[in-house]
């Protein structure tokens, strides 16, 4: 995400640089020679074509829902693109250590593969909440949940986390729906 | 001081660029929806059927040409160093700072940053249970910073790199280049090369 938003940066700074330029130019241009044709931007004509539709009309309706939704878009996209990492204490003064929350989610996701009777799990990680979801067979969700609570809470006592994630452990199991 | 340094030294940073597209997002969100309320007529039914280009207005810019041309231009010409400051910014590369240890002219002794990130590369990959490191510098001349990338090998015990860290690696950089802070950002990541997942 991070690079996306570096790169629309990039072309709305370009977007913001041009109009500016061509306002300025057009509005220069009409102010020296009020009488020639308009340098690049025909805006005589966008004038009359303005002039012509009102605020209800569908195509204005049309372009008011796209600019507005893009808005959104980019501000999803902006604050979607916060750094992530986990932080973890300090060990000494002027350093700062962090991980990846890849890397958290794996090293839980090998402790709990790791465990009797996890078939498989798939783990998210962030520096909020660690998510896991285990499927087994021999066991049900009341059997296996404590047991992978604790050992993904043995997890996260092992590393020098600067605050602690919330747990949620989910077992998917087939004796439960029997 | 040394602590904000490190903590910089995390990341790039994104601030600028992040601030910058949501503002232009909450703009056009903004602009979008009020076009919208005017046009579902919720300002009254004649507001909503006037023409987007209202006689009004044009009136009214008619009547005051003079400064509305200046403001204009005004408007234009800041639009464009705004716009052009953001791009420069944008798509400035991230700043790699070589290491002034002594300025007195006639002895002045440079450590270049890949002969920084070189030393401290290697003496990060001789930790027990790193399979890979890689260091630059970042920061500015004023105030340069380390950010070391660390892989770890599967089943490493994470505490104890992490303290191998500043004992092992990063005291050892400070005593041979003889400086007494080296602000420093770790970030660490887990190998994915070489190890089988468990299924």
């Known amino acids: ?178 | 001081m040394s602590v904000s340094a490190a903590r910089r030294a995390q990341g790039r940073s994104h601030g600028a660029e992040r601030t910058l597209t949501s503002v232009v997002g909450v703009l056009a969100v903004l602009a979008g929806a009020a076009a919208l309320v005017v046009g579902v007529g919720w300002l009254g039914q004649f507001r909503g059927h006037r023409p987007v280009l209202d006689p009004i207005a044009v009136d009214w810019l008619g009547d005051h040409a003079l400064y509305a041309r200046i403001g204009a231009l005004v408007l234009g010409v800041l639009l464009l160093v705004l716009g052009l400051w953001w791009f420069f910014r944008s798509l400035r590369p991230e700043r790699r700072p070589d290491l002034r240890l002594d300025e007195t002219s006639g002895a002045e002794l440079t450590v270049t940053a890949s002969a920084l990130s070189d030393a401290v590369q290697a003496d990060a990959e001789s930790i027990d249970g790193v399979t890979r490191a890689r260091t630059r510098s970042v920061g500015t001349v004023a105030e340069p910073a380390l950010r070391i990338t660390l892989w770890l090998a599967e089943g490493t015990d994470v505490r104890r790199v992490w303290s191998d860290l500043d004992t092992f690696v990063l005291t050892r950089a400070r005593d041979s280049l003889g400086v007494d802070t080296l602000p420093t950002a770790v970030r660490l990541e887990l190998d994915t090369a070489g190890s089988a997942r468990v299924h």
Not at chain 1, 35 to 58: F, M
Not at chain 1, 109 to 120: F, L, P
């Open chain 1, 1 to 178: 995400m991070r690079v996306v938003v570096r790169l629309l940066s990039t072309l709305l700074a370009l977007a913001v640089a041009a109009g500016g330029a061509l306002l300025a130019l057009e509005v220069g241009w009409a102010w020296w020679q009020p009488d020639k044709a308009p340098l690049l931007v025909p805006w005589p004509r966008w004038k009359t074509e303005l002039a012509a539709v009102d605020w209800s009309s569908t195509p204005v309706r049309i372009a008011a829902g796209i600019v507005a939704v893009a808005g959104i878009v980019l501000v999803l996209l902006a604050l979607s693109a916060k750094d992530r990492a986990v932080r973890m204490a300090d060990p000494a003064d002027g350093i700062t250590v962090s991980a990846s929350p890849r890397a958290l989610a794996r090293l839980v996701g090998v402790a709990v593969r790791a465990q009797d009777n996890v078939r498989g799990a798939s783990v998210t990680a962030s520096a909020r909440r660690v998510r896991v979801r285990a499927t087994s067979r021999l066991e049900n969700e009341e059997q296996l949940r404590p047991r992978l609570l604790e050992t993904v809470d043995g997890v996260l006592d092992d590393l020098p986390l600067q605050r602690r994630p919330k747990v949620s452990v989910v077992v998917d199991s087939p004796k439960d729906r029997r």
